[in-house]
T-cell receptor, first 111, second 116 residues
């Protein structure tokens, strides 16, 4: 059974800092890996999707990497802003596209 | 991307009753999923609902408790039956497939259920 772990559980940084969120998974037979953002009282927003054959994806200030053989992914956020404050969720898709989620990293960017 | 709406957005229900949650998508999609997010927890998949076939339930979830309908390619319902306080959660639907960017899953805003 796939298990997804995210470290750290919570992170507080001053505005402008670059930061890295970590995700690890136990079964390397994945279809893809997705990073989501969840704001309080709202649904999930898809940030980046990395196919199992890819190594990284970039969107604006966000860069996600994937090392499938070691079961790891990182989400890099450059020049953090207070608007980046949210919970970031890593999710791994199996062959049937079902997602297994990590417990999330709660990010606070201080002005 | 896909625009997904859910009804109701929140509800408070009495123990022993049932709640049916609707999920509507603005385009035809192949795969729909139902997730549960218990307080302070991450999301857990309940079942996969594909049009024209029975829903596929994950371990720990059964059809009698969580019956699902998928009558067409834009709509699905999840019923949470015989409610207990432990069912208090946010229930989210998601979609993947035709009409969305390849492989990305898009989520509805969720239905917040409180059981008294």
């Amino acid at each position: 059974k796939q298990e997804v772990t995210q470290i750290p559980a919570a992170l507080s940084v001053p505005e402008g800092e670059n930061l890295v969120l970590n995700c690890s998974f136990t079964d390397s037979a994945i279809y893809n890996l997705q990073w989501f953002r969840q704001d309080p009282g709202k649904g999930l927003t898809s940030l980046l999707l990395i196919q199992s054959s890819q190594r990284e994806q970039t969107s604006g200030r966000l860069n996600a990497s994937l090392d499938k053989s070691s079961g790891r992914s990182t989400l890099y956020i450059a020049a953090s802003q207070p608007g980046d404050s949210a919970t970031y969720l890593c999710a791994v898709a199996g062959s049937a596209r079902q997602l297994t989620f990590g417990s999330g990293t709660q990010l606070t960017v201080l002005p | 991307s896909a625009v997904i709406s859910q009804k109701p957005s929140r509800d408070i229900c009495q123990r022993g009753t049932s709640l049916t949650i609707q999920c509507q998508v603005d385009s035809q999609v192949t795969m729909m999923f139902w997730y549960r997010q218990q307080p302070g927890q991450s999301l857990t998949l309940i079942a996969t609902a594909n049009q024209g076939s029975e829903a596929t339930y994950e371990s720990g979830f059964v059809i009698d408790k969580f019956p699902i309908s998928r009558p067409n390619l834009t709509f699905s319902t999840l019923t949470v039956s015989n409610l207990s306080p432990e069912d208090s959660s946010i229930y989210l639907c998601s979609v993947e497939g035709r009409g969305t960017s390849t492989d990305t899953q898009y989520f509805g805003p969720g239905t917040r259920l409180t059981v008294l």
